[in-house]
């Protein structure tokens, strides 16, 4: 079996920049935001789109990047990717307005949708000869990403206290250069490329719409609570728009989301069990936040220094997912993913979720719930890129990556509301409320797993035999 090449590892090195980049900017803001309010004369309101303008402008254009990269080539894609997100750091930093600068973070975003799917298309291209290193790369580009997510808020109040809130976003500059470099260097410029595929205008849009409603209600929800006129008719806008979107997709020739894509058991099974992992992850994280700054009494930084040693799990089960799914393949990652993770849900709603439980009885669980995922997620992406041509690796991992966004907007909607309680009893069996059924859907999750990436590899066995 041949080996990776010494260019392979440089192209994993440019992958996992992109990656490092579009985390870090998710977490690496929230420790700025009350010096950006001092400094620019925000609200709150104004604030919370800071985070939330960059989350709506990936997951929207996800599905739209996904199809340019299989078009037009993943390579060309993602240096445009990179490009956009230098733009757009420098328009951040050099904002006068909280008006600029969310616009500038919409825009980031997009350049974000624009490098997550084009980076797993040149992954898979790099490693098409041998699926077992691309499922350890996919493990370290993972891995990056996680660790970056992870340092975000410890390097944001680094950033804060020794330069001010702007350069928070000039250290994104090098690490794009530095990406947009190896790319030039390492990637073929063919790379994914596939220039029949049409252009679905129709289907494009009525994504963006549907998207936008969607997500856009759902932000608002923490807000404006799910009865509010605005979020009630994001949520019905997103409604009409899907189902039109579906419509139009089932009868063009030419769609820009093969709806056959879900007739494969290992794709339909890798994004459920995608949206089902990241609404109870994300949604979990955010209610820990609060639970940590509003209930327990600790600042920022302190409750970012809480989630930090937490990164070496993910690391070493992100290293370690790729080598278990080339000893055992897809299925038993994912499995013993869903299954550690949900008895991290559950120890940390038993014994970590109290008035005086300390960090060490949390530690249990937060070790195991990351060490969960990094098992996880990297054998689920696979599965993905795995269950499709190399033509439609782009769409496939963009449709991974915009349902994954739908569920983690979902979760955080969906359990913030559960401790937006008006008494700190109410709140506190809120958030254990939200492990049980966190817990409950990482079990749903490996009992997914079970089910199609068995089915999907029985009828690979069955395709070969005939």
Same mark, same amino acid.
């Given at each position: 079996m041949k080996t990776a090449t010494p260019p392979s590892r440089a192209v994993l090195l440019a992958c996992?920049?992109? +990656?490092?980049?579009?985390? $870090?900017?998710?977490?690496?803001?929230?420790?700025?935001?009350?010096?950006?309010?001092? #400094?620019?004369?925000?609200?709150?309101?104004?604030?919370?789109?800071?985070?939330d303008a960059y989350t709506l402008g990936f997951a929207v254009f996800l599905l739209s990047a996904g199809v340019l990269g299989d078009k037009f080539g993943s390579r060309?894609?993602?240096?445009?990717?990179?490009?956009? +997100?230098?733009?757009?750091?420098?328009?951040?930093?050099?904002?006068?307005?909280?008006?600029?600068?969310?616009?500038?973070r919409a825009v980031q975003g997009i350049g974000a949708a624009l490098l997550v799917p084009s980076s797993l298309a040149i992954l898979n291209a790099a490693y098409a000869h041998d699926k077992v290193q691309l499922a350890k790369a996919v493990g370290w580009w993972t891995a990056a990403g996680g660790v970056s997510i992870a340092l975000g808020p410890v390097l944001g109040a680094a950033l804060l206290e020794l330069a001010g809130w702007r350069s928070i976003f000039w250290v994104n500059i090098p690490l794009c250069l530095a990406g947009a470099w190896l790319t030039?260097?390492?990637?073929?410029?063919?790379?994914?490329?596939? =220039?029949?595929?049409?252009?679905?205008?129709?289907?494009?849009?009525?994504?963006?719409?549907?998207?936008?409603?969607?997500?856009? %209600?759902?932000? #608002?929800?923490?807000?404006?609570?799910?009865?509010?006129?605005?979020?009630?008719?994001?949520?019905?806008?997103?409604?009409l728009a899907g189902a039109m979107f579906?419509?139009? #997709?089932?009868?063009?020739?030419?769609?820009?989301?093969?709806?056959? $894509?879900?007739?494969?058991?290992?794709?339909s099974g890798a994004v459920a069990f995608g949206v089902l992992v990241n609404f109870a992850y994300y949604g979990v994280i955010f209610v820990l936040s609060f639970y940590l700054q509003s209930m327990r009494g600790y600042t920022a930084l302190e409750a970012g220094m809480i989630f930090l040693p937490l990164t070496g799990?993910?690391?070493?089960?992100?290293?370690?997912?790729?080598?278990?799914?080339?000893?055992?393949?897809?299925?038993? =990652?994912?499995?013993?993913?869903?299954?550690i993770g949900a008895s991290g849900y559950a120890l940390l709603g038993v014994f970590g979720i109290s008035a005086e439980a300390g960090f060490w009885?949390?530690? =249990?669980?937060?070790?195991?719930?990351?060490?969960?995922?990094?098992?996880?997620?990297?054998?689920?992406?696979?599965?993905?890129?795995?269950?499709?041509?190399?033509?439609? *690796?782009?769409?496939?991992?963009?449709?991974?990556?915009?349902?994954?966004?739908?569920?983690?907007?979902?979760?955080?909607?969906?359990?913030? *509301?559960?401790?937006?309680?008006?008494? =700190?009893?109410?709140?506190?069996?809120?958030?254990?409320?939200?492990? *049980?059924?966190? %817990?409950?859907?990482?079990?749903a999750a490996a009992a997914i797993a079970?089910?199609?990436?068995?089915r999907a590899a029985a009828t690979a066995s069955v395709a070969r035999a005939l």
């Open positions: 996992s920049f992109a +990656f490092i980049i579009v985390q $870090l900017d998710v977490t690496i803001v929230n420790v700025a935001l009350p010096r950006m309010g001092q #400094e620019l004369g925000a609200s709150v309101g104004d604030l919370q789109w800071v985070v060309r894609v993602f240096l445009a990717g990179f490009w956009l +997100f230098t733009l757009a750091s420098l328009a951040c930093a050099a904002a006068s307005g909280a008006m600029m600068l969310n616009l500038a030039l260097r390492a990637v073929p410029a063919a790379a994914g490329k596939d =220039p029949q595929r049409a252009f679905d205008m129709p289907g494009q849009l009525l994504a963006v719409v549907a998207l936008t409603a969607f997500i856009g %209600a759902v932000i #608002e929800v923490h807000a404006l609570g799910w009865t509010h006129a605005i979020v009630q008719g994001g949520l019905a806008l997103a409604a579906l419509w139009v #997709e089932a009868r063009s020739k030419a769609p820009m989301l093969p709806l056959a $894509l879900f007739r494969s058991a290992g794709f799990t993910f690391i070493f089960s992100n290293i370690a997912s790729g080598r278990m799914s080339a000893r055992t393949g897809l299925r038993a =990652p994912m499995i013993a993913g869903g299954l009885a949390m530690l =249990p669980g937060l070790a195991l719930i990351p060490a969960g995922m990094g098992l996880a997620v990297p054998a689920m992406t696979t599965s993905i890129l795995s269950s499709v041509g190399a033509g439609q *690796a782009g769409t496939a991992s963009a449709v991974l990556n915009t349902a994954r966004q739908v569920g983690g907007a979902l979760g955080v909607a969906v359990y913030g *509301a559960m401790v937006a309680a008006a008494t =700190p009893a109410m709140a506190m069996t809120g958030l254990r409320t939200a492990m *049980a059924i966190s %817990a409950a859907l990482l079990l079970w089910q199609c990436i068995a």
